[in-house]
Nanobody
Framework: QVQLVESGGGLVQAGGSLRLSCAASGLTFSSYAMGWFRQSPGMEREFVAA????????YYADSVQGRFTISRDNAKNMVYLQMNSLKPEDTAVYYC?????????????????WGQGTQVTVSS
């Protein structure tokens, strides 16, 4: 079955960096667009970044544009989220997700597969 496993979360001070990784298995990885979403307590899950199946197109939420970078390695079935200049408001559980669709990559409802999430905490 399809598995997405995130890693790399943790506690970091404001201004610091973290790199999240997501290992995918059980799917033809290079056929799926991949996304990162995050959710804070009491809040809806929100879009962070997405990358097309080839890696040729990337998409970012306005709140992370210029600070976060999404990338993928189709040979390793991996997707990454490099997070720089972290802010306390970036604190959330971060989820990796996969979609076989080609449209609305910012919409969590388009994603059929999800990881279990990894906690990112940014202290002020």
């Amino acid at each position: 079955q399809v598995q997405l496993v995130e890693s790399g979360g943790g506690l970091v001070q404001a201004g610091g960096s973290l790199r999240l990784s997501c290992a995918a298995s059980g799917l033809t990885f290079s056929s799926y667009a991949m996304g990162w979403f995050r959710q804070s307590p009491g809040m809806e899950r929100e879009f962070v970044a997405a990358i097309s199946w080839s890696g040729g197109s990337t998409y970012y939420a306005d709140s992370v544009q210029g600070r976060f970078t999404i990338s993928r390695d189709n040979a390793k079935n991996m997707v990454y989220l490099q997070m720089n200049s972290l802010k306390p408001e970036d604190t959330a559980v971060y989820y990796c997700a996969a979609t076989g669709l080609r449209v609305r990559v910012r919409d969590p409802l388009q994603y059929g597969y999800w990881g279990q999430g990894t906690q990112v905490t940014v202290s002020s």
